[in-house]
């Protein structure tokens, strides 16, 4: 069984990835239901941000400018872990492909695959053959 756990990015501020430490879900006076999480950096608490889960407002990035990733629950050929939104770079070994070609991860039917560019599913790399070079919040190193 793998381990289920997140990071949070915010669009709106420049606040880096924070790996989120606490989840809950309130019911506010306004009927709505709001996720909210807990982040951190090098230990300290940052507080609690609220995600809006209103009708029309799917993951709530309209709102608050937060999104949730979740951890794949695999680790890229550096020991890195694969988070949905990671951007990776993998060999396919297939004679027809040449050198490096890169993808994102992203959640679809149940489970995490690596997406083209041009959204086509791509077939999944044996983890130690890919490696995680960014994400799509942040620019790729």
Not at 34 to 48: A, E, I, N, V
Request: net charge negative; glycine share 14%; aromatic share 12%.
């Amino acid at each position: 069984m793998r381990e289920i756990k997140f990071r949070a990015w915010n669009k709106m501020h420049d606040l880096g990835m924070l790996p989120v430490s606490q989840l809950s879900w309130d019911e506010h006076d306004d009927g709505i239901l709001r996720l909210h999480f807990c982040g951190s950096t090098d230990g300290k608490m940052h507080g609690s941000f609220g995600v809006h889960s209103g009708l029309g407002n799917v993951d709530g990035s309209e709102e608050t400018g937060w999104v949730l990733m979740q951890y794949t629950g695999l680790l890229d050929k550096q020991g890195k872990e694969i988070y949905e939104g990671d951007i990776v770079n993998f060999k396919e070994g297939k004679t027809y492909h040449y050198g490096m070609t890169g993808a994102t991860i992203e959640y679809s039917e149940g489970g995490f695959f690596p997406f083209a560019d041009n959204g086509d599913n791509m077939p999944y790399p044996k983890p130690n053959e890919c490696e995680v070079v960014g994400n799509i919040y942040e620019e790729a190193k």
